[in-house]
């Protein structure tokens, strides 16, 4: 399946733009507040992917947790998506720290071999209609000791069908570790 056929495929699967802006809502750092989820996992001059960053609710902060020494990859299948977080990384003064991608325009994980220190899937596997292909890419782009911070929701995903897309990373190189990286919710940590 090429990139615009996994598009169309997934169009019923994702988060419809006039929901992004309630994912950027202040009152939503109470349920998920990206320093304290993350500031155990990102350092300063990092260079991390948030795959499936919607508006950028915690590309933002991980700009300005990894510095002007590192890169934010933001990656998303909705060009408004990424627009509206263009304009935000201007506004929060990280915009040179973060780099959008356009699935199917611009996109290409071949770029971004060996080259990450982390990767963020929030609630975002779901959407994905080739979940291995997925987790073989971000293998790839993933430094050796790279990690991936992956999360899905309960209300999408039952454990079951959590538990088979941590297979399906284990299958693609990437190794389930003990820790928990939230108290709540459906969520490992993974490393290549």
């Not at 506004?91 to 611009?106: D, F, P, Q, R």
């Amino acid at each position: 399946m090429n990139n615009q056929e996994q598009m169309n495929a997934s169009k019923n699967h994702i988060c419809p733009v006039w929901l992004g802006y309630t994912f950027i809502l202040p009152l939503r750092k109470f349920q998920h507040d990206p320093y304290k989820i993350l500031s155990p996992y990102v350092k300063e001059g990092m260079n991390i992917m948030d795959y499936g960053c919607a508006m950028g609710w915690f590309s933002i902060p991980m700009a300005k947790m990894t510095g002007t020494n590192g890169k934010v990859y933001c990656v998303d299948i909705q060009e408004k998506m990424l627009l509206k977080l263009q304009k935000r990384a201007v506004k929060y003064e990280v915009s040179c720290i973060i780099k959008t991608l356009l699935v199917g325009k611009g996109f290409n994980p071949e770029e971004l071999t060996g080259r990450l220190d982390l990767i963020l899937l929030f609630a975002v596997v779901h959407e994905v209609p080739d979940k291995q292909k997925l987790f073989y890419d971000l293998h790839k782009m993933l430094k050796v000791g790279g990690r991936v911070f992956f999360v899905e929701p309960k209300g999408h995903v039952n454990p079951e069908e959590f538990e088979r897309s941590v297979d399906m990373a284990r299958d693609a190189g990437l190794k389930p570790l003990p820790e928990k990286p939230m108290k709540r919710g459906l969520c490992k940590l993974l490393v290549k």
